[in-house]
């Protein structure tokens, strides 16, 4: 008997899984979702995140001890007056048995969709990143050997870094915004031999990130009241949201979703603007001038110019789902806010981070939470002092530099070849 199987949110079809990221209907405009066999949350003595592997798309673990660490906060709880705060780390902090070494939760997603392509894909994996997937993928590859081509903005290149040499990382920097380097990809995966690993669309990303919310829920005993989470794509709000599904499902943690809280940084916020105003629809008017946006902004991972906002099952039916809300916050609520977590609870921020943690400010400050509930803070990433204190970093250079609008038939050729040395 299969341990799960995906079935489309749209039309409602069931199928089987061979890496499959569309529904097989033609015209489902609807992300998929794994159904698992287990119904109730079984917690396995295996490392890091696969001891949540009845949960994920994967029927083997990887021996990686990286995965969300949860702990209850105290001074910075206190300091703003939330008495019970449950802050979900996943970065490097060794003191608190916190062990993914690129300092970003993107781990979390690339393990089980590396482990997921190893089991039911073929080829080489393609991902777009703005800097932070790319580097959770390349460390995976630089584990496990598995090639990737990772395509980055020009600016992020230098976010490409492993703490293992990797020998098998394909890595393309785009002249462009992290939306180029989206589009960029998508053309390479054209290429006989390549595949996309699917962003949103893939249920192993999906519910590698949905183990923050699993973790924070054994934490604390039960389901949040409310979630915290800075978003680019939205990805993370939908994993939290079909993690809470299943919670639900067990039985055993309560039986009330978590509200969604997610934040952009300010002036890059079209799915503030879309859901302030009520819409399932992004619209251009909420992203006047994309690119200066995207420049000015604290943290420009959070700047994904098509985030599956509208698509069903995604980030406009998660809120909705969940009564939540959307946050702007300015850069200098980012930096303020990131000071006082420092200070406080002792250990360095992801720019992403910073901007989550400045919302649960916000919400704080105008009321908009109960103080006496659970809260949930997702701190996406962090500790990257400690990961140069503890680890040799290996920076892995530009296979090829490109434009934007360079033709794929211009590197075409060194692609090709690269990958039919590594796959």
Known sequence: MEKY??????????????????CPM???????????????????ALPGIFRFIDWLPVERPLPVDAGPVTYRSEAFAREFGLNNLYVTFSGYWPE????????????????????????KGSGVLQVSSAGNTGRAFAQVSALTGIPVIVVVPEASAERIWTTERAEHVCLIAVNGDYTDAIEFGNRICTLPGVAAEGGVKNVARRDGMGTVLLDGALAAGRLPAYYFQAVGSGTGGIAAWEAAERLIGDGRFGTARPELHLSQNIPFIPMVLAWREGRDTILPRDMPDARAAVSAVYSDVLTNRNPPYSVKGGVYDALSATRGMMY????????????????LEGIDLDPAASVCIASLLQAVEAGGIDPAETVLLNVTGGGYERIREDHTIHAIPPYLRVGASTPLDAVRCEIEGWVKAHA
């Not at 199987?5 to 569309?22: A, E, I, R």
């Not at 608190?96 to 997921?116: H, M, N, W, Y």
């Open 5 to 22: 199987v995906l079935k489309c949110l749209g039309c409602g079809s069931q199928f089987p899984d061979h890496y499959t990221v569309n």
């Open 26 to 44: 033609e015209g489902c405009n609807s992300l998929i979702r794994a159904y698992y066999r287990s119904r109730q949350l079984d917690i396995k």
């Open 328 to 343: 702007a916050v300015t850069n200098d609520e980012a930096r303020s806010a990131e000071r006082a977590f420092v200070d």
């Open 96 to 119: 608190r048995d916190a062990c993914i070494r690129t300092g970003s939760f993107k781990e979390l997603e690339a393990l089980p969709t590396v482990q997921r392509f190893r089991e």
